[in-house]
T-cell receptor, first 112, second 110 residues
Framework: IAGITQAPTSQILAAGRRMTLRCTQD?????MYWYRQDLGLGLRLIHY???????GKGEVPDGYSVSRANTDDFPLTLASAVPSQTSVYFC???????????FGEGSRLTVL | RKEVEQDPGPFNVPEGATVAFNCTYS??????FFWYRQDCRKEPKLLMS???SGNEDGRFTAQLNRASQYISLLIRDSKLSDSATYLCVVRGSSASKIIFGSGTRLSIRP
């Protein structure tokens, strides 16, 4: 059982480039989330999706977009990367209303 | 003021010691509470949920105090493998209202 898979695990990117972080889950969870984690700031919600076809903005959505075409996939796109987007990105999923979130292993992104 | 606050630590304690962390939250409408564990350069994983009546799982005890708006985690007989960052998580009524604390770093020494 894969659970939740993120790709790539690590990427170095030039500023101004477009980048999509992929996230796939096989647990049939309704809700999916993208967080970024920075030292001293903890996990901050970027975007979320309660169910396929719907998305919402989290705490730090600027510069990021998401789509949820189906239950399993929830890609995060940086249209034009900036150095402040250097971070570790975690995708998570969960059943709507339940507490536990299941996280992917993270994508470490460096924007130069 | 942050919605969820934790002492960042680090807490450095000897093996076998008892250690406790607190976490405070600002939104009195928060509905559910959790402790997650995160190892270095790994993803967070659920350690335990926190119930109003308090709950225990082996060496770990979690408690909730709604009146004072804090949750606590107690680790008894600490092991070297308990070394990690412990994240407090507070959840509201909507998917966007899952707030993570910045984490408390725990280091257990032999």
């Amino acid at each position: 059982i894969a659970g939740i898979t993120q790709a790539p695990t690590s990427q170095i990117l030039a500023a101004g480039r477009r980048m999509t972080l992929r996230c796939t889950q096989d647990m049939r969870h309704n809700a999916m989330y993208w967080y970024r984690q920075d030292l001293g700031l903890g996990l901050r919600l970027i975007h979320y999706s309660n169910t396929a076809g719907t998305t919402g903005k989290g705490e730090v959505p600027d510069g990021y977009s998401v789509s949820r075409a189906n239950t399993d996939d929830f890609p995060l796109t940086l249209a034009s990367a900036v150095p402040s987007q250097t971070s570790v990105y975690f995708c998570a999923s969960g059943t709507d209303g339940a507490g536990e979130l299941f996280f992917g292993e993270g994508s470490r992104l460096t924007v130069l | 003021r942050k919605e969820v606050e934790q002492d960042p630590g680090p807490f450095n304690v000897p093996e076998g010691a008892t250690v406790a962390f607190n976490c405070t939250y600002s939104n009195s409408a928060s509905q559910s509470f959790f402790w997650y564990r995160q190892d270095c350069r790994k993803e967070p994983k659920l350690l335990m949920s926190v119930y109003s009546s308090g709950n225990e799982d082996g060496r770990f005890t979690a408690q909730l105090n709604r009146a004072s708006q804090y949750i606590s985690l107690l680790i008894r007989d600490s092991k070297l493998s308990d070394s990690a960052t412990y994240l407090c998580v507070v959840r509201g009524s909507s998917a966007s209202k899952i707030i993570f604390g910045s984490g408390t770093r725990l280091s257990i020494r032999p």
